[in-house]
Antibody, heavy 122, light 107 residues
């Protein structure tokens, strides 16, 4: 059974960089059938796609965050990571990592991590 | 970016009722749409992809329909475990975008 697990600091100071890692178990991140992505959800609000990566390193970002986001992949560790720079209180959210289909199923997220709350505060 | 508008934002229905949620896209997205269920404190769960295809393991009382700009998610007979927030998500164009959510409660 595929599992994804987010890890990283739960508290980040304003203007600093948020860094999270998603560890994939029960399947290979190098599968040609899937992309891997990050989604966030501010407390009590809706879902926002942050970006997506393929195992080759190709990335796709939400233009609203593109200037501050970097997503990378480490196939040897079966992990992918998120960095978000110059954070403000508006970046406080639950951050999820998830798997996306790259086939006829469409770009939907079929497996999700449990999510990790990141609070931006001094 | 394509805007996804869900209605209603919340609803209350009785167990056994038929429930319908609508999602409208600001431009045509063919059938490039998914639906998710999110229970309190949990990650979203994929219910429907390609507008009308049921994800494996999802009860058959969930049904998706529509194409172009208007889509619906129907729960044929509401069960207590269906209390959740439901989101649509389009993948017809980048960036991927979600609707604002519909909260479903039991009357």
């Amino acid at each position: 059974q595929l599992q994804l697990q987010e890890s990283g600091p739960g508290l980040v100071k304003p203007s600093e960089t948020l860094s999270l890692t998603c560890t994939v178990s029960g399947g290979s991140i190098s599968s040609s059938t899937y992309y891997w992505g990050w989604i966030r959800q501010p407390p009590g609000k809706g879902l926002e796609w942050i970006g997506t990566i393929y195992y080759t390193g190709s990335t796709y970002y939400n233009p609203s965050l593109k200037s501050r986001v970097t997503i990378s992949v480490d196939t040897s560790k079966n992990q992918f990571s998120l960095k978000l720079t110059s954070v403000t209180a508006a970046d406080t959210a639950v951050y999820y990592c998830a798997r996306l289909h790259r086939d006829a199923s469409g770009l939907v997220f079929d497996y999700w991590g449990l999510g990790t709350l990141v609070t931006v505060s001094s | 970016a394509i805007q996804m508008t869900q209605s209603p934002s919340s609803l209350s229905a009785s167990v056994g009722d038929r429930v319908t949620i609508t999602c409208r896209a600001s431009q045509g997205i063919r059938n490039d749409l998914g639906w998710y269920q999110q229970k309190p404190g949990k990650a979203p769960k994929l219910l429907i992809y390609a507008a009308s295809s049921l994800q494996s393991g999802v009860p058959s009382r969930f049904n998706g329909s529509g194409s172009g700009t208007e889509f619906t998610l129907t729960i044929s007979r509401l069960e207590p475990e269906d209390v959740a927030v439901y989101y649509c998500q389009q993948y017809g164009n980048s960036p991927l975008t979600f609707g604002g959510g519909t909260r479903v409660e039991i009357k």
